[in-house]
């Protein structure tokens, strides 16, 4: 039985405060709710945060997949390589495009793309290769640049889980090895706009792409024209975009989340700590790390790994336990091309990509925000150890 005075912790949520609130009414008193000054506003301050010249934010990270692979130039008879464990929305985008997205394999402790996996997958066809910071861990990007220079590629990073995250002590989204990344600003992530995106790139001419892709395919801009303006009325789609817009709204709740960024990185470090200090030798569970030599995780998610099968119980019976206790989990992420949308496009093998389906069959993410209070993280694990049975 749900106990009503206790609250429910979900796997994860947004952080809003007053200042969030009054920034937004603000915008609702102005005369732009939409392509209006927050826009610029929000790029302008996204683009310092990550380091990047250029921001571009658009209505979802599904859509700032899209428009990077657009941007890009990806269409069909073009391979978008991608982690088999991820989130649908990074190989679907390819789809968009009219590209086949190719599956990797990943580690099966980390769920992160290696290099190793890459090279069985990547060939001519290759244009991108996609790495996701599953969990908010930043994959080893260094060793993706050179692959795909050596076949012709480009790297975008699905930094969808790891804004704030960084990679040889430079931030995730800086470029420094790849040629865009992606960002999701859905409540569950580190910042949001209610439904959110953006690419960060330090190339101006892909910049150029991504903004005319969110609007239609079409520019204002005297100096792009290719026809003779006729007066200034005059507009020219140029290519095929979509209505990938975000609202002013929105990018003024943005910019007000971004000032709380850096709190919200280190409360979600000090959440992720607790965790690993009481879940530490426990037998048939394995906090995923959030360390490595090259790395610091924005610690998105909080996924343990548990050995189901030894412990005598199963997955769906812990969840719903810990469901009837007021806490909320949840499995990131079923492996891609077992989907059957996918499948039906290329027969699926779980022998093709054992980590992936050895990282899913332990997998279960356990309440991660930065609201979450240090008696949450106590009473999850104490509830998790119960629903255990250790
Ligand atoms: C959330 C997410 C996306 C998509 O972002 P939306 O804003 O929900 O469209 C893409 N990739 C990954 C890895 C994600 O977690």
């Not at 978008?80 to 580690?107: E, M, S």
């Not at 409540?187 to 910049?207: C, Q, R, S, W």
């Amino acid at each position: 039985m749900t106990n009503d005075s206790i609250p429910f912790l979900p796997y994860g949520r947004q952080s809003v405060d007053e200042a969030d609130i009054a920034a937004v009414v603000e915008v609702l008193r102005s005369d732009y709710l939409t392509t209006g000054p927050a826009v610029a506003a929000f790029e302008a301050k996204l683009a310092r945060a990550v380091g990047a010249e250029h921001a571009v934010v658009v209505s979802s990270g599904t859509m700032a997949l899209h428009a990077a692979y657009a941007a890009a130039g990806i269409g069909p008879g073009d391979e978008v390589v991608v982690p088999a464990t991820t989130f649908l929305a990074t190989a679907n985008a390819a789809r968009y495009v009219g590209a086949d997205p190719v599956f990797t394999d990943v580690d099966p402790d980390t769920g992160l793309m290696s290099a190793a996996h890459l090279e069985a997958r990547v060939g001519k066809k290759t244009r991108a290769i996609v790495p996701v910071h599953l969990n908010g861990m930043p994959c080893d990007l260094q060793a993706f640049a050179a692959c795909a220079e050596r076949v012709g590629a480009i790297v975008i990073e699905d930094a969808a889980h790891a804004l704030g995250a960084s990679y040889r002590d430079r931030p995730v989204g800086c470029g420094a090895h790849s040629r865009m990344t992606v960002l999701s600003f859905h409540p569950v992530k580190h910042i949001t706009t209610g439904e959110g995106g953006a690419v960060v790139t330090n190339d101006e001419a892909l910049a150029k792409k991504l903004r005319q892709f969110r609007n239609h395919g079409m520019t204002h801009e005297a100096a792009a024209f290719e026809e003779p303006s006729p007066g200034p009325w005059y507009y020219e789609q140029q290519s095929l975009g979509h209505n990938g817009r975000i609202t002013d709204i929105q990018c003024a709740l943005g910019c007000s989340q971004l000032d709380k960024l850096d709190g919200f990185i280190e409360r979600r470090r000090q959440i992720a700590e607790r965790y690993d200090r009481q879940l530490a030798g426990l037998a048939g569970v394995q906090p995923v790390s959030g360390r490595s030599s090259d790395a610091v995780s924005a610690y998105h998610l909080y996924a343990v790994l548990i050995d189901f099968e030894r412990l005598g119980v199963t997955r769906a019976q812990v969840m719903q336990r810990l469901r009837e206790r007021g806490i909320g989990t949840q499995v990131h992420y079923i492996p891609v091309p077992s989907q059957p949308y996918y499948r039906r496009i290329t027969p699926y093998d779980a022998g093709d990509y054992p980590g992936a389906v050895r990282y899913y069959q332990r997998e279960l993410s356990l309440p991660m925000y930065p609201a979450l209070l240090d008696s949450d993280v106590d009473r999850v694990v104490r509830e998790l150890r119960v629903s255990l049975g250790i």
